[in-house]
């Protein structure tokens, strides 16, 4: 549980949710969005719509991951014109992945899925430049998800994929075991054997 | 794009995957199996399922991250049972956890998004597990879902979340742009700058 009294210093938070956005995304996209809250009333607004868990205000700041739906439409151009102009893509190139984006990711007709599990990426990369420097995160699993968009205007083309409490853990829990490789790993086939 | 002369080491190919399991998931579940794909023969069917991306047969290993939807009635007593014998949780904490995890996510009208999310974070781990190693990966974004299922068996319990190609690259290609965290981060509500 992350100690109340240890604020998160505004510099690090900072260099969390740059590593996060590291995260690789089709097309470069980034359909990801983060709502930070440290508020403690804001905080205690977030604590109901996430059924109580008592980590959304004992944390000081709690991140919201939102997946962002139609970065095809706001996002495509900038990122290749940044591509073309440092030099990375040749503009006819540029053309081409324009063409791809907008025949593929533009025309899903539910972009929820790929947006969610692209924005996954960018939630795992958060949590995991947290722990490498060393702040503890939680992720708070069960929340009212109309609620919480209610309470923070998230429109909706934004889905909430994740809520994670970030804060400096007095004294670290243990580690939960996991399945061996044996019981999640295939190869070649699914159901044959990892290791021969 | 990975030199298909190179192949992947089987220790750290295992170091990979043994990393990617370390993901956090909602009751310890680790809805997640990986199916790996080496042989030549199986990685050209692979290819042709992945839209003929060129890496599907370039890279030496390819792992299909796929979603187990139902953990909840397989892998969440053998994870109880550990953590009980492990002292890390007492029996009756185990009993709650037991009826919490039955009673929301054992009843999940759909329990793909949720079991897809959380896959996606192995699958971030992978990647990042690959890229400390010295290893690069490529999410093959485009692939023929149908296909690949029927081609390696993937049963219906199972979602295919994303397939990425493993190997070592000669060059290593320049990192695409970023959006400035002014553009993806709010603060306190949805719209409000972060930085104020």
């Known amino acids: 549980m992350p100690d109340p009294s240890q604020p998160l210093a505004p510099a690090l938070l900072e260099r969390i949710l740059e590593r996060a956005t590291t995260a690789p995304s089709d097309h ?4 990801w969005r983060f709502l930070i ?3 403690p009333r804001n905080r205690r607004r977030l604590r109901t719509a996430a059924w109580n868990r008592p980590e959304a205000t004992q944390a000081p700041a709690i991140v919201i991951v ?3 739906l139609y970065p095809v439409r706001t996002h495509l151009q900038p990122m290749l014109d940044q591509a073309v102009a440092e ?3 040749p ?3 540029a053309a081409e992945i324009r063409g791809r984006a907008f025949a593929t990711l533009g025309k899903l007709a539910d972009p929820e899925p790929w947006a969610s599990r692209s924005a996954m990426l960018a939630a795992s990369r958060l949590m995991l430049a947290a722990e490498e420097l060393g702040v503890s995160s939680t992720m ?3 929340f009212d998800e109309p609620a919480l968009r209610r309470e923070f205007g998230v429109p909706d083309d934004h889905a909430i994929v994740r809520v994670i409490a970030l804060g400096h853990e007095p004294e670290p829990e243990p580690t939960p075991g996991r399945l061996s490789l044996d019981e999640v790993c295939f190869s070649e086939h699914f159901g044959q054997p990892w290791r021969p």
Chains 1, 2 share one sequence.
Do not use: F, T
């Open 91 to 93: 503009p006819e190139k």
């Open 37 to 39: 809250v440290q508020d």
């Open 28 to 31: 470069n996209l980034q359909p």
């Open 66 to 68: 939102l997946a962002y």
């Open 87 to 89: 030099g990375h893509c």
């Open 140 to 142: 708070l699993e069960g």
